[in-house]
């Protein structure tokens, strides 16, 4: 079996016949902190990807998505 120690959220394992796990079950208050720092992780790559950009007028904004039609 697998070591379950890299698995710090998950309550329980199903594993296949040869012991290797295929899912976790995981509290849902667990599940949910996951998921947000998941989109939390998300925000924060996109914002760094951005960040040299020079930021639109809401004019300018509204152009750009007017010229993608």
């Known amino acids: 079996m697998e070591n379950t120690a890299s698995y710090p959220f ?11 796990i ?5 509290n849902i208050d ?3 902190k ?3 720092a ?5 925000l924060y790559q996109n914002m760094t990807a951005v960040r040299h950009e020079i930021p639109l ?13």
């Not at 998950?10 to 290797?20: L, N, P, V």
């Not at 295929?22 to 995981?26: A, Q």
């Not at 998941?38 to 998300?42: H, K």
């Not at 007028?57 to 509204?62: E, H, K, R, V």
């Open 57 to 69: 007028t809401l004019d300018q904004a509204l152009q750009e998505l007017n010229s993608e039609d």
């Open 38 to 42: 998941l989109a939390d992780e998300t």
């Open 10 to 20: 998950a309550q329980e394992f199903i594993t296949d016949s040869h012991g290797k």
């Open 34 to 36: 996951l998921l947000e």
């Open 30 to 32: 667990d599940y949910e």
């Open 22 to 26: 295929c899912k976790v079950i995981l």
